[in-house]
């Protein structure tokens, strides 16, 4: 099993900077691909990040505000986010898995908690 553990989550002013970790423990090595996905209140989950081999994928509401970083020794993947928006508001939640399409939940096999990110205006 792999445990998936967030932090860094918080209020912050629009335009402001947030960064957010995720810490893997577990059975690490059963999952080559780790992203960040988010959910506001009555929306669906929607994917924001992701990396694998890497190689990285950014959704287009996000790009060029936000960086992935993962490091391998220490099983962590970050999510730097900058120029933050009252509209990227969310639960973000980290995740671990194999699948290829790594833009769908479906290619994950472990997710974290989540942490709270609010935008303020």
């Known amino acids: 099993q792999v445990q998936l553990v967030e932090s860094g989550g918080g209020l912050v002013q629009a335009g402001g900077s947030l960064r957010l970790s995720c810490a893997a423990s577990g059975r690490t090595l059963s999952f080559s691909a780790m992203g960040w996905f988010r959910q506001a209140p009555g929306k669906e989950r929607e994917f924001v990040a992701a990396?694998?081999?890497?190689?990285?994928w950014y959704a287009d509401s996000v790009k060029g505000r936000f960086t992935i970083s993962r490091d391998n020794a220490k099983n962590t993947v970050d999510l730097h986010m900058n120029s933050l928006k009252p509209e990227d508001t969310a639960v973000y939640y980290c995740?671990?898995?194999?699948?290829?399409?790594?833009?769908?939940?479906?290619?994950?096999?472990?997710w974290g908690q989540g942490t709270q990110v609010t935008v303020s205006s």
């Open positions: 995740a671990a898995g194999g699948g290829n399409v790594v833009v769908r939940p479906t290619a994950y096999d472990y």
């Open positions: 990396v694998r081999g890497g190689l990285t």
